[in-house]
């Protein structure tokens, strides 16, 4: 009769049990989430891993990138402003190197008057005139007056025609006088009005040029007769084979020319009032 007994309550401890068992895990499975926020923020769950989770698991391999997809490229934080960017040093461009000096010419003084330098004769060309079938284009000097008062010879070119003699239709032409347009530009004339060439030849490098008598006499004085004799002069020797002028007045040498007594005594080139 003791044998039933004992089997009872067995059965009943082992309902108990179950009941106790279903009953925790309906209480389990209301507050689940309750349990699960409280494990979490106790910090349980990671402790129960770190005990008994074994060694930590082999971290993944890199994985490869696929040749054909781009590599992706950083981006630029744009938090970080231009002074917090780490700055380079730049190297400074090479300076250009200083030019070198060039040799300065000699300034011309101003109070020695300037021999102008003898230009390239131009080509002689066929003249329309008939009577003087040549033409060439020639140089004439006539005197330019500075701010300062002093004067000097400026080279004009202009055609002169001519049948045998073209020394004698240039000094011609010279003492014709500047055109009305070479007056604007300030050149005058001070051969003395009146006068004439009498006739010119070449020899040994020496222009005889002989005058008439008006040619002896200047009204602007010494200075005047020095502008006259280099206007000849200049224009002479624009020739090359013309070297020096010598002045002749109605066939004969004299030795001074005005009443100032320039010296023509002898053959006188561009140089002859350059001291």
Same mark, same amino acid.
């Given at each position: 009769?003791?044998?039933? =007994?004992?089997?009872?309550?067995? =059965? ?8 106790? !068992?279903l009953?925790?895990?309906?209480? #389990? ?5 309750n ?14 891993r ?5 060694a ?12 054909e ?7 630029e ?22 030019? $070198?000096a ?5 300034s ?11 230009q390239?004769?131009? $080509?002689?060309a ?10 060439l284009m020639?140089?004439?000097? #006539? !005197? ?7 004067t ?24 014709a ?5 070479e ?8 051969i ?5 060439? !009498? ?17 002896? #006499? ?16 200049? =224009? ?17 040498? !004299? ?18 009032? =350059?001291?």
């Open positions: 009769m003791s044998k039933p =007994s004992g089997s009872r309550k067995t =059965s009943i401890g082992v309902l108990f049990w179950i009941a106790f !068992i009953l925790v895990l309906v209480i #389990f499975l209301a507050n689940r989430g349990i699960e926020q409280v494990l979490e923020t106790t910090g349980i769950v990671e402790v129960i770190d005990r008994f989770g074994g930590d698991p082999t971290p993944d391999a890199p994985a490869t990138p696929d040749p997809e781009p590599t992706p490229q950083p981006v934080d744009p938090r970080v402003t231009i002074e917090e960017r780490p700055s380079v040093p730049q190297t400074p461009p090479a300076a250009d190197p200083p030019p $070198q060039q040799p300065e010419s000699p011309p003084d101003p109070a020695q008057p300037q021999v102008p330098q003898r390239t004769p131009a $080509q002689r066929p003249s329309p005139d008939p009577e003087k079938p040549n033409r020639a140089g004439l000097y #006539f !005197i330019r007056v500075t701010e300062d008062g002093r000097y010879p400026q080279r004009v070119v202009r055609p002169v025609y001519y049948d045998s003699g073209p020394l004698t239709e240039t000094i011609n032409a010279l003492l006088g500047p055109t009305g347009e007056l604007k530009n300030g050149l005058l004339n001070t003395p009005e009146g006068t004439r060439l !009498i006739s010119a030849h070449v020899q040994n490098g020496t222009a005889y040029l002989n005058f008439n008598q008006a040619f002896r #006499f200047n009204a602007l004085g010494a200075e005047g007769t020095v502008a006259q004799l280099l206007q000849i002069i200049y =224009s002479s020797t624009e020739f090359p084979t013309v070297e020096r002028v010598q002045f002749l007045v109605d066939g004969e040498r !004299i030795d001074y020319l005005g009443g100032d007594g320039i010296f023509v005594g002898e053959p006188l080139g561009r140089n002859a009032f =350059s001291s």
